[in-house]
T-cell receptor, first 114, second 111 residues
């Protein structure tokens, strides 16, 4: 089955700095890669996703890049703010029965210091 | 904006008891999922459900687990005989075939 590795497990930055979280996956058939943000005690919330037919996607301060050949994808957050502090999960998935079943990484705890 | 809802928010049960966790998916979604997250760990897929049947399940989803869509709005997860290691946060999610949207979770504590 799919295996997703995520690094780093903890990332501490100063407000205004950039943060980068990296993930690798093992199954070359995976073609959909969502990123979720989970604040303490709350539900995972989708923040951005990318499909395998594109290499990069951006939404305001958040961007995701995908390298299919190397089987890795990354989340970039620019101009970080304290409210960006949360655990971020990457996931890799492929279509199964009309939907996508994600395999999640272990998460990155992002701490943004004011 | 419509959201997935779950009840109860916290369930405490004794080992060996049956529990039913309830979810109301987003109304026009057709795909439903259950995940669990043990404290401090990653989210793990349990089962997906489409067209009134299980479409995929993980190794975690053994004979102690079952899912049901008893009516047009609810989606339930039943654990027949709970074990201590079932203690976790259980998330329901739904999708229309695209991104999945998660509910707020039910924290299950087995004592």
């Amino acid at each position: 089955g799919e295996n997703v590795e995520q690094h780093p497990s903890t990332l501490s930055v100063q407000e205004g700095d950039s943060a980068v979280i990296k993930c690798t996956y093992s199954d070359s058939a995976s073609n959909y890669f969502p990123w979720y943000k989970q604040e303490l005690g709350k539900r995972p919330q989708l923040i951005i996703d990318i499909r395998s037919n594109v290499g990069e996607k951006k939404d305001q301060r958040i961007a995701v890049t995908l390298n299919k050949t190397a089987k890795h994808f990354s989340l970039h957050i620019t101009e970080t703010q304290p409210e960006d502090s949360a655990v971020y999960f990457c996931a890799a998935s492929k279509e199964s029965g009309g939907s996508y079943i994600p395999t999640f990484g272990r998460g990155t705890s992002l701490i943004v210091h004011p | 904006e419509p959201e997935v809802t779950q009840t109860p928010s916290h369930q405490v049960t004794q080992m060996g008891q049956e529990v039913i966790l309830r979810c109301v998916p987003i109304s026009n979604h057709l795909y439903f999922y259950w995940y669990r997250q043990i404290l401090g760990q990653k989210v793990e897929f349990l089962v997906s459900f489409y067209n009134n049947e299980i479409s995929e399940k993980s190794e975690i989803f053994d004979d102690q687990f079952s899912v049901e869509r008893p009516d047009g709005s609810n989606f339930t997860l039943k654990i027949r005989s709970t074990k201590l290691e079932d203690s976790a946060m259980y998330f329901c999610a739904s999708s229309d075939g695209g991104p999945q949207y998660f509910g707020p979770g039910t924290r299950l504590t087995v004592t």
